[in-house]
């Protein structure tokens, strides 16, 4: 049976070996971070160095070759000064959703507000809205419905907290919060069966093409744009 925690000890022991104290952070991010995860799940792991160069990512490449689970190991690799660059409405949720393993993301989560959190909602919603059109024309997909509805998730964790001032990090916490339109959004997913109807997968796509329009045109830059206090 997998074991999380000897897992990350080999981690952290192969990646200092190949950078020792040229390591700022060591994190976890998706389900495992969540408790969420299932026998399948990628494990989604943050290395930030004091910089990075292609090298360098051969060098962590050769670390992580020989670990246990190595086809399900991916994440992000990055140096400090990019990340304190990086897109703030990314930085948003990359501060909250990463647990750290080793040191901490003080030196970027100063960077972000309430400004990155409508970006990142109001972004996520545009390219849900985009993806649902795309797949109710071209691809008549229910998988790809199932997953724009999965990541509906990260949408609804900034809706929520612009909404509250409260960021919650699992999705059954985040479930017990939300009501309506949002709620049937989020729980929507569980729902799905191997197959789907020409009906349901309409009425699916139009529950959550009208979900994302709404949000687009209440977080947007219009006028009718919700604003900031």
Request: charged share 25%.
């Amino acid at each position: 049976m997998f074991n999380l925690d000897r897992w990350l000890d080999k981690y952290i022991e192969a990646v200092d070996a190949a950078f020792g104290a040229r390591i700022v952070f060591i994190g976890l991010q998706g389900s495992y971070a969540r408790g969420e995860a299932h026998e399948g799940s990628d494990i989604d792991v943050v290395l930030i160095l004091n910089s990075l160069t292609l090298d360098d990512l051969t060098l962590y490449k050769n670390a992580i070759a020989s670990l246990e689970e190595r086809t399900k190991i991916c994440g992000f690799v990055s140096g400090t000064e990019e990340l304190k660059a990086w897109d703030k409405a990314d930085l948003f949720q990359f501060c909250r959703d990463t647990k750290a393993i080793y040191g901490d993301l003080e030196f970027i989560a100063f960077l972000t507000g309430e400004a990155d959190a409508k970006r990142a909602l109001h972004t996520a919603a545009c390219n849900i809205y985009h993806a649902c059109v795309h797949n109710f024309v071209h691809e008549e997909s229910a998988e790809v419905l199932k997953m724009l509805y999965k990541s509906a998730f990260f949408a609804l964790q900034a809706k929520h907290y612009l909404e509250t001032g409260a960021y919650i990090a699992k999705r059954k916490d985040l479930a017990n919060k939300l009501q309506g339109e949002d709620f049937k959004i989020l729980t929507c997913p569980a729902q799905f069966k191997t197959k789907i109807s020409p009906a349901e997968f309409s009425a699916y796509s139009g529950l959550l093409l009208n979900w994302a329009a709404a949000v687009i045109k209440n977080y947007g830059g219009g006028s009718n744009a919700k604003t900031e206090n």
